[in-house]
Protein backbone atom coordinates (compact mmCIF):
# COMPACT_ATOMS: atom_id res chain seq x y z
CA UNK A 1 0.00 0.00 0.00
CA UNK A 2 1.26 3.05 -1.19
CA UNK A 3 0.88 6.27 1.74
CA UNK A 4 2.14 9.45 1.84
CA UNK A 5 5.10 8.14 4.34
CA UNK A 6 6.28 5.64 2.09
CA UNK A 7 6.45 8.25 -0.38
CA UNK A 8 8.33 10.15 1.42
CA UNK A 9 10.84 7.84 2.29
CA UNK A 10 11.52 6.19 -0.96
CA UNK A 11 11.90 9.85 -2.13
CA UNK A 12 13.98 10.57 0.95
CA UNK A 13 16.34 7.37 -0.40
CA UNK A 14 17.09 8.73 -3.40
CA UNK A 15 18.07 12.73 -2.35
CA UNK A 16 20.60 11.21 -0.17
CA UNK A 17 21.79 8.64 -2.78
CA UNK A 18 22.37 11.63 -5.13
CA UNK A 19 23.52 13.67 -2.20
CA UNK A 20 20.91 16.32 -3.08
CA UNK A 21 21.51 17.53 0.66
CA UNK A 22 24.94 18.94 -0.18
CA UNK A 23 23.56 22.38 -1.34
CA UNK A 24 21.61 22.59 2.09
CA UNK A 25 24.79 22.09 4.40
CA UNK A 26 25.19 24.74 7.05
CA UNK A 27 26.17 24.99 10.46
CA UNK A 28 23.72 25.56 13.19
CA UNK A 29 24.21 28.95 13.84
CA UNK A 30 22.17 31.38 11.89
CA UNK A 31 24.52 33.36 9.24
CA UNK A 32 22.50 36.44 9.53
CA UNK A 33 21.94 35.92 13.64
CA UNK A 34 18.40 36.20 13.34
CA UNK A 35 15.41 34.65 14.58
CA UNK A 36 11.78 34.67 13.07
CA UNK A 37 9.22 33.50 14.30
CA UNK A 38 6.14 33.36 11.54
CA UNK A 39 2.81 31.62 11.24
CA UNK A 40 2.53 27.65 9.93
CA UNK A 41 0.77 28.93 6.64
CA UNK A 42 1.49 26.67 4.19
CA UNK A 43 1.69 29.96 1.76
CA UNK A 44 4.66 30.89 3.54
CA UNK A 45 7.48 27.84 3.54
CA UNK A 46 9.36 29.18 0.28
CA UNK A 47 7.33 32.65 0.25
CA UNK A 48 9.00 34.26 3.47
CA UNK A 49 13.01 33.35 3.14
CA UNK A 50 12.41 34.16 -0.40
CA UNK A 51 10.78 37.34 0.30
CA UNK A 52 13.22 38.44 3.40
CA UNK A 53 16.16 37.52 1.22
CA UNK A 54 17.01 34.32 3.17
CA UNK A 55 19.28 31.41 2.20
CA UNK A 56 19.42 28.19 3.96
CA UNK A 57 21.54 28.47 6.86
CA UNK A 58 20.97 32.20 7.09
CA UNK A 59 17.83 32.26 10.20
CA UNK A 60 16.07 30.31 12.80
CA UNK A 61 12.50 29.92 11.86
CA UNK A 62 10.04 28.91 14.26
CA UNK A 63 6.69 28.52 12.81
CA UNK A 64 3.15 27.89 14.97
CA UNK A 65 -0.65 28.60 14.11
CA UNK A 66 -0.59 32.87 13.71
CA UNK A 67 3.00 33.44 14.65
CA UNK A 68 1.64 33.93 18.34
CA UNK A 69 3.38 34.05 21.87
CA UNK A 70 0.96 33.36 24.17
CA UNK A 71 3.02 32.35 27.06
CA UNK A 72 6.30 34.26 28.32
CA UNK A 73 7.07 31.01 29.47
CA UNK A 74 6.60 28.23 26.80
CA UNK A 75 7.93 26.87 24.28
CA UNK A 76 7.88 29.74 21.73
CA UNK A 77 9.99 31.85 24.09
CA UNK A 78 12.29 29.11 25.03
CA UNK A 79 13.13 28.52 21.33
CA UNK A 80 13.23 32.38 20.92
CA UNK A 81 16.23 32.59 24.00
CA UNK A 82 17.54 29.83 22.92
CA UNK A 83 18.37 31.17 19.52
CA UNK A 84 19.43 34.40 20.94
CA UNK A 85 22.10 33.44 24.26
CA UNK A 86 23.06 29.58 22.71
CA UNK A 87 22.51 30.05 18.99
CA UNK A 88 23.83 33.65 18.25
CA UNK A 89 20.59 35.54 17.16
CA UNK A 90 21.14 39.03 17.57
CA UNK A 91 17.52 40.20 16.19
CA UNK A 92 13.90 38.70 16.53
CA UNK A 93 11.57 39.05 13.83
CA UNK A 94 7.63 38.49 14.04
CA UNK A 95 5.89 38.38 10.50
CA UNK A 96 2.05 37.57 10.69
CA UNK A 97 0.66 37.46 7.37
CA UNK A 98 -2.90 38.87 6.08
CA UNK A 99 -5.88 36.01 5.25
CA UNK A 100 -4.17 34.31 8.35
CA UNK A 101 -6.37 31.25 9.61
CA UNK A 102 -5.96 32.49 13.29
CA UNK A 103 -8.13 35.72 12.57
CA UNK A 104 -11.24 35.98 14.44
CA UNK A 105 -10.95 31.87 14.88
CA UNK A 106 -13.73 30.26 16.97
CA UNK A 107 -12.63 28.02 19.38
CA UNK A 108 -16.10 27.16 20.31
CA UNK A 109 -16.41 25.71 16.85
CA UNK A 110 -12.89 24.20 17.34
CA UNK A 111 -14.19 22.53 20.78
CA UNK A 112 -17.33 21.24 18.67
CA UNK A 113 -15.12 19.91 16.45
CA UNK A 114 -13.03 17.79 19.13
CA UNK A 115 -16.22 16.36 19.85
CA UNK A 116 -17.37 15.28 16.59
CA UNK A 117 -13.88 13.47 16.01
CA UNK A 118 -14.38 11.70 18.81
CA UNK A 119 -13.02 13.27 21.95
CA UNK A 120 -15.35 12.49 24.69
CA UNK A 121 -17.06 15.85 26.33
CA UNK A 122 -15.76 14.33 29.65
CA UNK A 123 -12.25 14.60 28.64
CA UNK A 124 -12.91 19.02 27.99
CA UNK A 125 -14.82 19.47 31.26
CA UNK A 126 -12.14 17.83 32.92
CA UNK A 127 -9.42 20.02 31.71
CA UNK A 128 -11.78 22.85 31.75
CA UNK A 129 -12.14 22.28 35.95
CA UNK A 130 -9.00 21.49 36.25
CA UNK A 131 -8.24 25.31 35.31
CA UNK A 132 -7.29 25.13 31.46
CA UNK A 133 -9.45 27.72 29.75
CA UNK A 134 -9.95 25.80 26.71
CA UNK A 135 -11.34 28.88 24.85
CA UNK A 136 -8.18 30.98 25.63
CA UNK A 137 -5.68 28.08 24.60
CA UNK A 138 -7.79 27.96 21.34
CA UNK A 139 -7.95 31.77 20.42
CA UNK A 140 -6.54 34.06 17.93
CA UNK A 141 -6.49 37.46 17.07
CA UNK A 142 -8.67 40.03 15.80
CA UNK A 143 -6.79 41.59 13.80
CA UNK A 144 -3.04 40.27 11.87
CA UNK A 145 -1.69 43.56 13.30
CA UNK A 146 -2.88 42.75 16.57
CA UNK A 147 -1.38 39.79 17.15
CA UNK A 148 1.83 40.69 15.43
CA UNK A 149 1.87 43.84 18.28
CA UNK A 150 1.32 41.41 20.77
CA UNK A 151 3.93 39.07 20.31
CA UNK A 152 6.72 41.90 20.01
CA UNK A 153 5.38 43.33 23.14
CA UNK A 154 5.80 39.61 24.77
CA UNK A 155 9.31 39.32 23.30
CA UNK A 156 10.59 42.70 24.21
CA UNK A 157 9.02 42.67 28.05
CA UNK A 158 10.62 39.55 28.63
CA UNK A 159 12.36 39.38 32.03
CA UNK A 160 15.28 37.46 30.29
CA UNK A 161 16.33 38.97 27.38
CA UNK A 162 17.99 41.82 26.85
CA UNK A 163 16.65 45.38 26.59
CA UNK A 164 19.17 46.22 23.26
CA UNK A 165 17.50 42.88 21.47
CA UNK A 166 15.86 44.55 18.52
CA UNK A 167 12.43 42.90 17.96
CA UNK A 168 10.71 43.79 14.35
CA UNK A 169 7.31 43.27 13.76
CA UNK A 170 6.45 42.94 10.42
CA UNK A 171 2.80 41.53 8.04
CA UNK A 172 3.84 39.58 4.91
CA UNK A 173 1.18 39.36 1.55
CA UNK A 174 0.92 35.55 1.82
CA UNK A 175 0.16 36.38 -2.19
CA UNK A 176 3.04 38.41 -3.19
CA UNK A 177 5.53 38.23 -0.43
CA UNK A 178 5.46 42.26 0.18
CA UNK A 179 6.59 43.35 3.67
CA UNK A 180 4.91 45.89 5.96
CA UNK A 181 6.92 47.30 8.78
CA UNK A 182 4.43 46.98 12.00
CA UNK A 183 7.55 47.23 14.77
CA UNK A 184 10.89 48.82 13.67
CA UNK A 185 13.02 47.15 16.66
CA UNK A 186 15.40 49.63 15.92
CA UNK A 187 13.24 52.46 17.08
CA UNK A 188 11.85 50.70 20.10
Do not use: W
Not at 103 to 114: A, F, K, V
Amino acid sequence: MITRLSEIIEYNEIFVEKKSFEEFMTTRYPDKRMVILSCMDTRLVELLPKAMNLRNGDAKIIHNAGAIVTQPFGNIMRSIIVAVYALQAEEVFVVGHHDCGMTGINSERILDQMIESGIEPDVINTLTHSGINLNRFLKGFDSVREGVETSVSIINNHPLLPRSLPVHGLIIDPVTGKLEIVTNGYED
